[in-house]
């Protein structure tokens, strides 16, 4: 029996891999079968959720302690890209802002963070694991996880097989230098494989493409209009608008979400309806809101905690997936912040508004939902005028009415997108990174 391990620590993972075709692609080879390290405080969510025969579970404690704090420093020092020029000036407090003068970008100073990086990070969590299951390959799905760089380091000192993966699109610009390389990096389009190329060094010769293995799934709704509609409480009769909040995390003081829907709400026709779907990790101030009667709300994910405010424990099912298939696939719209949804309304081909304003006051930039839109992996959306940014009240108002009335407005910058992000549409991505997996279990 050939053993892989996979991470799965980012709250994303257990859908866009886990729930992905991936692991029947695997197991169906009959000699495999697949560990998958996960957080402690979540085993019983994915024993529930992804176990099978073929399949274990294993919980990892959280660790982390201030070394990582400072390797992770240290990496996100070596990079100097748009992204994190803002990301030092807003959430890093300028922290960093000096030391990437010195080594951001530099390939000598990339070598000696790493050298460094190798002999501070701790090892000591998955040795035992490691002697347990003696696994051929490793999958990290997360390399710029906390939890994966440990266990890649340690991997690797064992001569274990490392296969590593970029999680999202915006990774390799705004989360630092990839601290440990794996033997193989994984991603999803050209634009990442050049990133990791151009910005972290990496040899093109160690880097696949093999597309977004989540929209395998993605053919269609997978239920009636009917169905999805009595789950989310909506009218089947009535079309209606998908909004997509940015949340709390990223808006200090957010009351931008609140007014976005409040400013909706009364423009849509007297027709429609308004579905705010919101973030499955985060939580969206709705203080003192009162909800006008065509809006309704869509919390996906499942709750962990025992604190019902502590979302970012919050893990997405196969069914939250479906649910969201059956709402881009049934909504005339989408309007969002600065999100991943856009990608995935673009898959349905789905008009996209962004939000590029602040709602009813002005902020300075570093405060402002603006500043999003400056980071690097929104300037190919961007530029492709598959979305449109509204900057204002009226532009807002306006995009709406137009893209209401015609849908099939900008359907050729949404197929760009499409083209640029998703590799293929073709359901066999997950196919092609099980295969790259399998390749090194040979």
């Given at each position: 029996?050939?053993?892989?391990?996979?991470?799965?620590?980012?709250?994303?993972?257990?859908?866009?891999?886990?729930?992905?075709?991936?692991?029947?692609?695997?197991?169906?080879?009959?000699?495999?079968?697949?560990?998958?390290?996960?957080?402690?405080?979540?085993?019983?969510?994915?024993?529930?959720?992804?176990?099978?025969?073929?399949?274990?579970?294993?919980?990892?404690?959280?660790?982390?302690?201030?070394?990582?704090?400072?390797?992770?420093?240290?990496?996100?020092?070596?990079?100097?890209?748009?992204?994190?020029?803002?990301?030092?000036?807003?959430?890093?407090?300028?922290?960093?802002?000096?030391?990437?003068?010195?080594?951001?970008?530099?390939?000598?100073?990339?070598?000696?963070?790493?050298?460094?990086?190798?002999?501070?990070?701790?090892?000591?969590?998955?040795?035992?694991?490691?002697?347990?299951?003696?696994?051929?390959?490793?999958?990290?799905?997360?390399?710029?996880?906390?939890?994966?760089?440990?266990?890649?380091?340690?991997?690797?000192?064992?001569?274990?097989?490392?296969?590593?993966?970029?999680?999202?699109?915006?990774?390799?610009?705004?989360?630092?230098?990839?601290?440990?390389?794996?033997?193989?990096?994984?991603?999803?389009?050209?634009?990442?494989?050049?990133?990791?190329?151009?910005?972290?060094?990496?040899?093109?010769?160690?880097?696949?493409?093999?597309?977004?293995?989540?929209?395998?799934?993605?053919?269609?709704?997978?239920?009636?209009?009917?169905?999805?509609?009595?789950?989310?409480?909506?009218?089947?009769?009535?079309?209606?608008?998908?909004?997509?909040?940015?949340?709390?995390?990223?808006?200090?003081?957010?009351?931008?979400?609140?007014?976005?829907?409040?400013?909706?709400?009364?423009?849509?026709?007297?027709?429609?309806?308004?579905?705010?779907?919101?973030?499955?990790?985060?939580?969206?101030?709705?203080?003192?809101?009162?909800?006008?009667?065509?809006v309704f709300f869509d919390r996906p994910g499942r709750q962990l905690a025992r604190d019902p405010?502590?979302?970012?424990?919050?893990?997405?099912?196969?069914e939250d997936d479906d649910h969201l298939r059956d709402t881009l696939a049934f909504c005339d719209?989408?309007?969002?912040?600065?999100?991943?949804?856009?990608?995935?309304?673009?898959?349905?081909?789905?008009?996209?508004?962004?939000?590029?304003?602040?709602?009813?006051?002005?902020?300075?930039?570093?405060?402002?939902?603006?500043?999003?839109?400056?980071?690097?992996?929104?300037?190919?959306?961007?530029?492709?005028?598959?979305?449109?940014?509204?900057?204002?009240?009226?532009?807002?108002?306006?995009?709406?009415?137009?893209?209401?009335?015609?849908?099939?407005?900008?359907?050729?910058?949404?197929?760009?997108?499409?083209?640029?992000?998703?590799?293929?549409?073709?359901?066999?991505?997950?196919?092609?990174?099980?295969?790259?997996?399998?390749?090194?279990?040979?």
């Amino acid at each position: 029996m050939k053993t892989i391990f996979i991470t799965s620590f980012h709250v994303l993972i257990s859908r866009n891999i886990l729930a992905a075709p991936l692991l029947g692609e695997l197991l169906n080879q009959g000699n495999v079968r697949a560990v998958l390290l996960v957080p402690e405080r979540k085993r019983q969510f994915f024993e529930q959720e992804f176990g099978r025969p073929g399949v274990i579970i294993e919980g990892v404690p959280r660790m982390l302690n201030r070394r990582d704090a400072f390797l992770r420093y240290l990496a996100l020092a070596s990079l100097n890209t748009k992204s994190l020029a803002i990301k030092r000036r807003t959430e890093m407090r300028g922290m960093g802002s000096w030391l990437v003068k010195f080594i951001g970008n530099r390939p000598r100073a990339r070598s000696i963070i790493r050298r460094l990086d190798n002999w501070l990070t701790p090892r000591e969590r998955f040795g035992s694991l490691l002697d347990r299951y003696q696994p051929r390959l490793i999958f990290s799905t997360d390399v710029q996880n906390e939890n994966d760089i440990r266990f890649i380091r340690e991997a690797k000192d064992r001569g274990i097989t490392v296969a590593g993966m970029v999680r999202s699109w915006d990774n390799l610009t705004a989360k630092g230098l990839i601290r440990a390389i794996p033997d193989i990096l994984i991603v999803n389009n050209e634009i990442i494989k050049r990133e990791a190329v151009e910005l972290h060094g990496i040899p093109e010769s160690r880097i696949r493409v093999v597309g977004i293995p989540h929209y395998d799934r993605y053919t269609g709704p997978a239920h009636s209009r009917e169905e999805f509609s009595r789950q989310a409480g909506l009218d089947p009769a009535k079309p209606f608008v998908l909004y997509a909040p940015t949340g709390d995390r990223y808006l200090a003081e957010n009351q931008v979400d609140q007014e976005i829907i409040k400013i909706i709400a009364p423009s849509l026709p007297a027709s429609h309806q308004l579905l705010v779907r919101l973030p499955p990790a985060d939580s969206v101030n709705l203080k003192d809101f009162s909800t006008p009667a065509n809006v309704f709300f869509d919390r996906p994910g499942r709750q962990l905690a025992r604190d019902p405010n502590l979302f970012r424990l919050n893990e997405l099912t196969r069914e939250d997936d479906d649910h969201l298939r059956d709402t881009l696939a049934f909504c005339d719209l989408v309007i969002a912040g600065p999100s991943t949804i856009i990608i995935d309304a673009a898959v349905f081909d789905k008009p996209v508004i962004l939000i590029g304003f602040d709602g009813a006051k002005t902020t300075p930039y570093y405060q402002s939902i603006r500043r999003y839109y400056d980071y690097d992996h929104f300037q190919p959306v961007l530029k492709n005028r598959g979305v449109r940014l509204a900057k204002s009240v009226g532009e807002l108002k306006e995009w709406l009415a137009k893209y209401i009335k015609e849908p099939a407005l900008d359907q050729a910058g949404r197929a760009k997108i499409r083209e640029e992000q998703c590799l293929k549409l073709d359901g066999q991505s997950s196919q092609r990174l099980a295969e790259t997996l399998l390749s090194f279990l040979a």
